[in-house]
């Protein structure tokens, strides 16, 4: 095997414990697999121009993805535990929802393309790891991730502040083919008022959905700074995202945000991590710091906002009718079950929410404006019924369990200890991004998000030792 200068010269910086680095030639179909994540994480409602039809940038690159690992050589996942399994039973479950709104709603497009968005975005748990073969190949992935982060971070805390908010929304908000509907968007935003117009948003979305991307992204600029192969140019880009991020997430000012910002960094702390992580702890404790103690006073923060709805999460869990339906999402579920027993073979589908979005329906199968669909396992439910729903959580728990083990085994291994200890980073943030909203399952772009971090989660596994392993 050959290596090169430059990997030699990141991996003498990294201490013991790291193995040579093989010198591959990254594959073009993980540099489009790169390009797709940081699409995702950028712009995933960006339109292709010029062409006549509604066609998302994120849907034509999943589809090239798709055909693209078609092509490529057969790979075993079994070995790797039983997400794979749950991932496909999810899917079938996903199309008996989605025919089954086909055939209550009358609208074929609709349930056409949604059907078969969702199955596309579940694929990548086995998309991924056949891309993903390399540790070269994971470099040209960090660095999607990496200039997504800084992107949309940077976007969203110019959003927060109401010096640069007008700016930005009158600049990257205002074009139509990165933002659809911008001019809705932007007259919507000019009749609100009050603390909502000055969270952190993004062209992901509004603030809710733009803390699960950046909340489960950020601790990948973690490993990235310290990944023989990437480059020491790179190296910098990845201990700057990991800076930037957080203060991204906390300029969404949501509680779901600033949890996953203060558990990420405690995390980062008992891990010891050491340098710049030692830096973004100290700088998330000084930001958090000041703006408890100077937040109610300041025209720049709105974390007034932030001590209300936690107050209210603690002491009247069930009176505020939001905070209310964040508990409800778990147990109102099992109650309209007992009334509807069809939810325990398909649910609804999401052709229906998006013909409303558009006027074109009246009702719903399920009404989703009472019920409470606050978390993602009560929309997997309504969406695609109770099997679905269970194939969610799961889920969740087979990842934390898959990554627990590879932390057991990896031993006095350091670069195992960093890929599966920044894992389980990743892991907690998507987690409160999962429990608290539902655009992991009801939202194309975050479905896409769950099972690519799926697929990252097997590629990792797979590779193994990932030092200098042959594959």
């Known amino acids: 095997m050959r290596y090169s200068p430059v990997q030699d010269r990141s991996r003498r910086g990294l201490g013991t414990g790291f193995a040579p680095v093989a010198q591959y030639t990254a594959l073009p179909s993980s540099r489009l697999l790169g390009f797709f994540i940081l699409v995702l994480l950028v712009a995933p409602r960006a339109r292709v121009p010029g062409i006549g039809i509604p066609l998302y940038l994120v849907d034509g690159l999943l589809g090239f993805l798709f055909l693209t690992a078609l092509r490529r050589s057969a790979i075993s996942l079994r070995p790797l535990g039983p997400i794979p399994l749950l991932a496909g039973i999810y899917t079938i479950f996903v199309c008996l929802g989605e025919m089954r709104g086909l055939i209550e709603y009358r609208a074929f497009a609709e349930s056409a393309y949604m059907m078969g968005i969702f199955c596309l975005a579940i694929s990548l748990v086995y998309i991924v790891p056949k891309m993903i073969r390399t540790q070269d190949n994971l470099v040209v992935v960090f660095k999607g991730i ?26 990257i908000f205002r074009w139509d083919f990165l933002n659809p509907g911008a001019e809705r968007y932007l007259q919507m935003l000019q009749m609100t008022t009050g603390e909502d117009t000055t969270r952190g948003t993004s062209l992901i979305g509004a603030a809710t959905i733009t803390t699960g991307f950046l909340g489960t992204m950020w601790p990948v600029a973690f490993l990235a700074a310290k990944w023989p192969g990437l480059g020491l140019r790179w190296q910098k880009v990845a201990r700057l995202a990991s800076v930037i991020a957080p203060l991204g997430l906390l300029a969404t000012y949501g509680r779901a945000a600033w949890l996953i910002v203060i558990v990420i960094a405690i995390m980062a702390g008992i891990f010891g991590f050491g340098g710049g992580r030692r830096k973004v702890f100290i700088l998330v404790s000084l930001c958090l710091l000041i703006a408890y103690l100077y937040g109610d006073q300041s025209d720049l923060f709105v ?129 409160f991004w999962w429990l608290s909203g539902h655009a992991a399952v009801g939202e194309p772009r975050g479905v896409m998000l769950l099972f690519f971090w799926f697929g990252l989660l097997l590629a990792c596994s797979r590779l193994g030792t990932m030092s200098g392993a042959k594959q």
């Open 303 to 431: 974390v007034n906002r932030l001590k209300v709805r936690t107050q209210a999460t603690i002491n009247a869990p069930l009176e505020s009718p939001e905070e209310r339906e964040r508990f409800a999402s778990y147990f109102e579920p099992f109650e309209h079950l007992s009334e509807n027993p069809i939810w325990i073979v398909a649910g609804a589908g999401r052709t229906g929410q998006r013909l409303m979005g558009r006027g074109g329906l009246e009702t719903q199968l399920f009404d989703e404006g009472t019920l409470a669909t606050h978390s993602a396992f009560s929309m997997a439910y309504y969406a695609f019924g109770l099997p679905a729903a269970i194939c969610q959580v799961l889920l969740m728990l087979s990842a934390l369990r898959l990554i627990l083990r590879r932390l057991k085994a990896c031993g006095k291994d350091r670069q195992q200890q960093l890929i599966w200890q920044v894992l389980l980073m990743t892991w907690s943030g998507l987690l």
């Open 146 to 171: 990496l200039f997504g982060l800084l992107v949309t971070s940077i976007i969203v805390i110019l959003y927060s502040m109401g010096a640069t908010r007008p700016a930005v929304a009158g600049t």
